[in-house]
């Protein structure tokens, strides 16, 4: 069911709730990486070029475990938003109260205030009536344009819906929607997902839930190990979860069942520890050769074979990366797939902090469909999970 955008609210003259994602990296003050408030520009800059009166963004950052800490404070978001549209962003010291209506008046029409993060009150988390009550008086419609915080059910996120007249999805929220949702119930086919990373147990429901969807799967990262274990091949010192290689042998028993093309690397680099310059070897799956020794990213042979079903598609889903690509030396088949993928012709989309990461390494995220920015929201959207903050909003 396609949601409400804010294309569909009339905003001129109303006061716009919009909740954002502006949980970025500071430190001493000073944001490392402005990506995410980048990416609620479209949104933020359409409600004020239509009329809102104020627009009123609220966020969380960090943990701050309910209590108020400068440490953990938005006042440098505001600073940097300010920049970017290019007019002041009032702050507010508080999300609620009248440290946030004194900010709203400040603003005045036309104006735009950030409040002061959200779980600086112990009740954003628990999605408290009353807290949720307090945020939603500050406005007369609310916009939700932060995918990466829509699995959870938080005051913010879902509880204020229920005491606003209006609710809609942002342009950012919108594009999530659009891009995993189409992926997962109208993909062109062949269908493939990448999945990748430490450990199985982050991914289980994701890969039960592209099991049947997908027309090829391919496994790469410290995960596979849990599947090596499960056929009882050597695996060193590699990562492997114990209690989920029963699942991990159920996993390949239903993709078998299925004629799905399940893709297990076939060679891997393998060193003595995680550590950049450490004697490494090319080692075919399964040789015992590997010893004490543990792998560290895929092969060149399952790099070509992986290549080849990459290139064969029309559809890619691409979640977490196939070696330790933060040391160079264990890179290169997690480089090789973002290659692969950016060079598909049609629809390829990506998730997970690390695979951003690795695209931007690579070089090629300019040509990925879409970059969705959702991290455990995504996850959670591709195990099949109905996210609190996307039921919550009005259905068009």
């Known amino acids: 069911m396609a949601k409400r955008s804010i294309t569909d609210l009339e905003l001129k003259g109303r006061r716009v709730l919009m909740r954002v994602d502006f949980n970025v990296p500071i430190k001493n ?13 479209p949104s933020i800059t359409y409600a004020i070029d239509h009329g809102a009166s104020p627009l009123i963004l609220c966020s969380h950052l960090g943990r701050p475990k309910g209590k108020p800490n400068p440490e953990f404070s938005l006042k440098p978001a505001a600073t940097r938003l300010s920049e970017l549209i290019g007019r002041t962003v009032v702050f507010a ?37 009353a807290f949720a009550k307090a945020l939603a008086s500050l406005a007369d419609v609310y916009v939700n344009d932060a995918f990466g915080s829509a699995h959870r059910a938080h005051a913010s996120t879902e509880g204020v819906v229920r005491h606003v007249k209006e609710s809609a999805a942002g342009f950012l929220m919108a594009a999530e929607l659009e891009h995993l949702g189409k992926v997962l119930e109208r993909p062109d086919r062949p269908f493939a997902a990448i999945l990748g990373g430490a450990k199985v147990s982050d991914k289980l429901e994701v890969i039960e839930n592209l099991v049947p969807r997908v027309d090829a799967l391919l496994i790469g990262g410290a995960m596979a190990y849990t599947f090596f274990k499960g056929r009882t091949l050597p695996v060193g010192k590699s990562l492997v979860e114990e209690e989920l290689v029963g699942a991990a042998r159920e996993i390949e028993a239903r993709a078998k069942a299925r004629n799905l093309r399940f893709e297990l690397p076939s060679d891997h680099v393998v060193a003595p520890r995680l550590e950049a310059g450490v004697p490494s070897e090319v080692l075919a799956v399964g040789d015992q050769a590997i010893g004490d020794r543990m792998g560290l990213d895929i092969g060149p042979k399952t790099i070509a074979a ?57 070089g090629v995220t300019d040509r990925i469909t879409h970059v969705s920015t959702g991290g455990g929201a995504s996850l959670e959207f591709l195990g099949g999970r109905e996210l609190p903050g996307v039921a919550a909003i009005a259905n068009k």
């Not at 003050?29 to 520009?41: K, Y």
């Not at 400040?106 to 600086?120: C, D, K, S, T, Y």
């Open 29 to 41: 003050g000073v944001i490392s990486d402005d990506t995410r408030i980048r990416a609620s520009l």
């Open 93 to 129: 010291d508080d999300c609620i109260g009248e440290p946030a209506q004194r900010a709203i008046r400040q603003a005045g029409a036309n104006g735009v205030v950030l409040l002061e993060n959200l779980r600086f009150h112990g009740e954003e988390e628990k999605n408290d009536p």
């Open 306 to 362: 992986y290549r080849d079903v990459i290139a064969g598609a029309k559809t890619v889903i691409w979640n977490g990366p196939m070696g330790v690509f933060e040391i160079d030396q264990f890179a290169r088949g997690t480089i090789e797939v973002a290659r692969a993928v950016a060079s598909v012709k049609g629809t390829t989309v990506i998730g997970g902090g690390d695979s951003i990461a690795a695209v931007a390494k690579a």
